[in-house]
C-alpha cells in the first residue's frame, strides 16, 4: 500500500511543487543527486569505483525534450574515463511518442560512447514500455553488442527474460514500479531475484547485480563462485549516497562495484520511486542523512 502510494505520489505535479519547496528536502536532493556530475566522477573514481550516470527526466512530451536529452548525454561525455557507463531511458528519448524516434535516440548515444571506451545501459520503466525496450534493445545489439539492458525482478517474467538475454549485459533490479499480477512482497520479490541471479551467473552474459541488500550481495558473490566468475566477469551495482561504506569495502576486496550517479533538475521521480521501492527505504533514507556510513 505504501509502495503504490509513493509511487503514485512520484506521478503529481502538485506533491513534486510541495516537496521541491522543504528546505529539507533540498538537502536530501544533494545528498543522492549529484550537484556537480564532473566533481562526483572524479571523486568516485578517485575512490576506485566505476560510475554510470543518468541524466534525469523522462515521459518527453514532443521531439524537442527527446532532442534535448540526447544533447545532455552527449555533453556530459567528456567528463566521463574509460570504462564509465551512461544509464538512459528510453522514454527520456521519445519512445512514448515513436519507438523509431526512442531508437534513433538511442543509437546516436551508442556511437557517441563507441569510441570513448564507455558503455551504455538501457533502463527499465514502466511496464508499458517493456515492449518497447526490448524491441530497441534487440537492435541496437546488432550494431553495438555491449549495450546493457535493465531486468525488474518484482516483475513475473523476470526470469525468463534473463534466460532470453544470454549474452547480453544485463542490470538486475529489484524494481521501482508496479504492474498487474507483478510481485508485490519483499519475500516474493527476492526471491524472483535469486531465481535470475541464477540465471545470469550461470549463463554467458555479463551480470550486473543492482542491490544494497547484503542477503543478495553475499547470494551474489557464493553464485559467482559456483559458476567459476572472478571479479572482472560481473559487478555490482548501487545508488549514489547509498551504503558508501558497503560500496567501497566491496572494491577493497577486488569486486567490481559501479555506482549510479543520477544528476539533473528533474530529480522529483526518481527520488520518489527510490523510496517506493521498499517501504524501509524511507527509514534507511532518513539514516542516510545522518551518517554517511
Known amino acids: 500500500m505504501l509502495r503504490q502510494a509513493l509511487i503514485a505520489v512520484s506521478k503529481s505535479e502538485r506533491a513534486e511543487r510541495v516537496v521541491a519547496s522543504s528546505p529539507l528536502t533540498r538537502d536530501l536532493v544533494r545528498r543522492f543527486v549529484a550537484d556537480d556530475i564532473g566533481a562526483v566522477v572524479t571523486e568516485l573514481t578517485d575512490r576506485r569505483l566505476l560510475v554510470t550516470v543518468d541524466h534525469l527526466g523522462e515521459e518527453v512530451r514532443d521531439r524537442a525534450q527527446a532532442d534535448g536529452a540526447v544533447r545532455a548525454y552527449l555533453a556530459v561525455l567528456d567528463r566521463l574515463p574509460p570504462g564509465a557507463d551512461v544509464s538512459v531511458k528510453l522514454t527520456a528519448l521519445g519512445l512514448r511518442l515513436s519507438e523509431q524516434l526512442a531508437l534513433d535516440n538511442a543509437a546516436t548515444i551508442c556511437d557517441a560512447v563507441a569510441g570513448r571506451g564507455i558503455t551504455l545501459t538501457l533502463d ?30 518484482y516483475l513475473l517474467d523476470a526470469a525468463e527474460r534473463c534466460a532470453r538475454l544470454d549474452g547480453a549485459r544485463v542490470r538486475l533490479c529489484k524494481g521501482a514500479y508496479t504492474a498487474p499480477g507483478a510481485y508485490t512482497s519483499a519475500r516474493e520479490i527476492d526471491r524472483s531475484f535469486v531465481r535470475c541471479l541464477k540465471i545470469l551467473m550461470a549463463g554467458s552474459g555479463y551480470p550486473m547485480v543492482a542491490t544494497h541488500d ?80
Open 124 to 153: 527499465a520503466e514502466e511496464h508499458d514500455t517493456i515492449a518497447g525496450l526490448e524491441s530497441v534493445h534487440a537492435t541496437l545489439r546488432k550494431e553495438h553488442p555491449g549495450v546493457g539492458i535493465v531486468v525488474q525482478a
Open 214 to 293: 547484503p542477503r543478495l550481495i553475499e547470494i551474489a558473490s557464493a553464485l559467482a563462485v559456483l559458476n567459476g566468475r572472478d571479479a572482472t566477469a560481473f559487478e555490482f551495482q548501487m545508488l549514489y549516497g547509498v551504503r558508501p561504506a558497503e560500496q567501497e569495502r566491496l572494491a577493497g576486496v577486488g569486486a567490481q562495484v559501479r555506482v549510479y550517479v543520477p544528476y539533473g533538475s528533474d530529480w522529483y521521480p526518481y527520488l520518489m520511486r527510490r523510496l517506493a521501492e521498499r517501504p524501509a527505504n524511507l527509514a534507511f533514507f532518513a539514516r542516510s542523512l545522518l551518517s554517511r556510513s
